[in-house]
């Protein structure tokens, strides 16, 4: 199995920017990122593509959030600006390599799972 560790997180001020990241233990087809807030569903931010770095974001995040690979070391960066009080979640970094080559936003497409970071932004 693959490995997946996320690190990064922390507690910001609303506004403020924070970098996530994940690092791998093998190179996958696709990574994503998830973020579960107490109480609630866990919900998609965006997933990269290894092939083409092609990239997909939650409407919630479109322009403020920006995800990036590095192949050379199997890691995903996710940078995260101008964060808001519900952005807090702990955020998950998911991989997989059976969807396909393009990106999905399905949290069941993904069969690798770190254990998350805990992102709080709070004044």
């Known amino acids: 199995q693959v490995k997946l560790v996320e690190s990064g997180g922390g507690l910001v001020q609303p506004g403020s920017s924070l970098t996530l990241s994940c690092q791998a233990s093998?190179?996958?087809?696709?990574q994503g990122w998830f973020r579960q807030a107490p109480g609630k569903e866990r919900e998609f931010v965006a997933a990269?593509?290894?092939?083409?770095?092609?990239?997909e974001y939650a409407d919630s995040v479109k322009g403020r959030f920006s995800i990036s690979r590095d192949n050379v070391n199997d890691r995903t960066h996710l940078q995260m600006y101008r964060l808001k009080p519900d952005d807090t979640a702990v955020y998950f970094c998911?991989?997989?390599?059976?969807?396909?080559?393009?990106?999905?936003?399905?949290?069941?497409?993904?069969?690798?799972w770190g254990q998350g970071t805990q992102v709080t932004v709070s004044s």
């Open positions: 093998a190179r996958t087809y696709v």
């Open positions: 990269i593509a290894w092939f083409d770095n092609s990239v």
């Open positions: 998911a991989a997989t390599n059976s969807a396909g080559f393009t990106t999905t936003r399905a949290s069941g497409d993904y069969e690798y």
